[in-house]
């Protein structure tokens, strides 16, 4: 799977193995995916930033890819990824790195900022902003299924086995498709036992950005995984607000890029959208220099416009 010089290794951190995807020698920047991906969403920008100069470090979460997933649900708070993540930086000798994280791995992201600023140099989080502790009084699972009720896709993922029966029922395949290629630039709901039905009714093309044998790759990987680790993230997300009680008021004291697209699915969700407007964010993040929002790009914004998000990337990590 993708070779031209992409090394791949696993190291022990926290206490579980680690799978790593790198490329490059020189400063490292460590890019952390999101759902439904894995390192190889990353292949453009490893490529990429290894001919610019640098080491291109891409792990497979917990409970992603080739990594452990422990089988605890409780084990996918922020506090479990970011001890990876510095078990991770540990193992590879790592001081300090710069920073890409997009959907989860964004929220991570921040949280390493948020908990480590001193093991981050900079970061550039794509398509998830930074939402403080405070900025909301209940916890946000709840607070998402008082204003879009039950079928609000990350209610329906917070039921063990429940959303992933209804995915293996579709078919692996059709899942990931859809997930890449079709998600709406509006909140996203999955009705009760008719998940995705109504949307895979309508044959799905897949677009320039990614090919037939792109696309096999994440269905490979997850007929082997299965949903469950990345869940798992969702289902730990009101227990993350809880735990993270201690940093309440607490800024992101490093310096930020981030990065939207027009059409991403969370930027165009009442509720959620405002948190990525810049002002909005740079109280909480003050060394936050700029949102940029790509016109006319969905979610996968490090694949749709590969060559646009490497330079925006490349033009803020050049300053440090």
């Keep these: ?7 791949h290794r696993t190291v022990r951190a926290n206490g579980i193995n680690i799978h790593l995807a790198e490329k490059g020698e020189g400063p490292i920047i ?50 479990h990824v970011v001890g990876d993540l510095i078990g991770v930086l540990d193992a590879i000798g790592a001081d300090k790195v710069f920073v890409v994280g997009h959907d989860w791995g964004a929220m991570m ?10 093991r981050v140099k900079a ?37 063990l086995k429940v959303i992933e029966t209804e995915f293996a029922e579709i078919g692996n395949d059709k899942v990931i498709k859809y997930f890449l290629t079709s998600l709406p630039a509006s909140p996203f709901y999955l009705p009760r036992g008719k998940a ?6 309508v044959p799905i093309n897949l677009p320039s950005w990614l090919s037939e044998d792109e696309l096999k790759c994440y269905v490979t990987q997850y007929e ?25 008021g607490c800024k992101v004291e490093v310096p930020a890029k981030f990065i939207v697209g027009e059409l991403d699915v969370t930027y165009n969700t009442p509720g959620i959208g405002e948190s990525m407007n810049f002002d909005v964010m740079k109280k909480h993040v003050p060394l936050l220099e700029d ?30």
């Design 123 to 159: 970061v550039v989080n794509l398509c998830v902003g930074f939402s403080p502790k405070d900025a909301m009084n209940k916890p946000p699972v709840e607070t998402l299924r008082t204003i879009y009720g039950d079928e609000y896709y990350m209610c329906r993922f917070q039921e």
């Design 109 to 118: 992201g921040w949280y390493l900022c948020l908990f480590r600023p001193d």
């Design 30 to 79: 460590l890019f952390l995916h999101g759902f439904p991906e894995f390192w190889y969403s990353w292949r453009h920008q490893l490529h990429a930033f290894a001919s610019l100069g640098y080491r291109a470090v891409a792990p497979d979460l917990r409970g992603y890819g080739d990594s452990d997933a422990p089988t605890d649900v409780n084990s996918y708070t922020c506090f």
């Design 291 to 320: 949102v940029v929002v790509m016109k006319g790009v969905g979610h996968f914004v490090q694949e749709e416009k590969a060559n646009e998000v490497n330079q925006l990337i490349h033009d803020f990590f050049r300053k440090f």
């Design 1 to 7: 799977m993708e070779g031209n010089g992409i090394e």
């Design 224 to 248: 082997k995984t299965g949903f469950t680790g990345g869940l798992n993230y969702y289902r730990n997300f009101d227990l993350s607000w809880e735990l993270t009680a201690p940093w309440a």
């Design 196 to 201: 995705l039905r109504e949307q895979l009714d």
